[in-house]
């Protein structure tokens, strides 16, 4: 049997039996912005910039996503997680965001180390990112995940991320 916390595909049958519940953070990126609809309804967007006769500037989330500890490979010459330049909104443009308090509960810091080249990745203080069928942030000295992510990159990427209530 598997672990209703190990496929999110489980977790949305067991919250449609009667199960846990679950906050839902999605990502969209669109035509026109990466937009994040937080669970509170509150919308946090990054607008694709497009100029006549240039190519489109697609908004570069990494350093954001470095400070948060969820990027799609360890932090390579972006910040980590407790860097003291995460501190800045310019770089981390989550800073003070509803996306950030969503990722409350998976707090990485120390060393990142990615365990596969899939993107599963394990931080010094414990933390660990599994990406197996959709992807699992699991806290330091936990079994289970906090947050579990599905990845649909039809008409363009799209993310569920599902916290336990």
Same mark, same amino acid.
């Given at each position: 049997m598997v672990p209703v916390k190990h496929s999110l595909s489980l977790a949305l049958l067991c919250v449609a039996?009667?199960? $846990?519940?679950f906050d839902a953070l999605t990502r969209a990126d669109t035509n026109d912005a990466i937009v994040f609809?937080?669970?509170?309804?509150?919308?946090?967007?990054? $607008?694709i910039v497009r100029e006549t006769?240039? $190519?489109?500037?697609? $908004?570069?989330?990494?350093e954001s996503e470095g400070c948060l500890?969820?990027?799609a490979m360890c932090p390579d010459g972006t910040p980590s997680p407790g860097d003291a330049m995460c501190d800045d909104a310019n770089v981390?443009?989550?800073?003070g965001t509803c996306v950030e308090s969503f990722f409350s509960c998976y707090q990485p810091s120390g060393t990142c180390t990615d365990v596969d080249t899939n993107g599963s990745q394990s931080w010094?203080?414990?933390?660990r990112f599994a990406l197996d069928i959709g992807g699992q942030f699991i806290p330091a000295g936990a079994d289970t995940?906090?947050?579990?992510v599905e990845y649909d990159f039809g008409n363009g990427e799209s993310r569920i991320?599902?916290?336990?209530r």
């Open positions: 039996c009667g199960g $846990p519940e609809t937080c669970p509170s309804g509150e919308v946090v967007s990054f $607008p006769g240039m $190519p489109q500037t697609i $908004p570069d989330l990494a500890g969820v990027g981390n443009r989550f800073r010094s203080s414990g933390d995940s906090c947050i579990l991320y599902l916290r336990e």
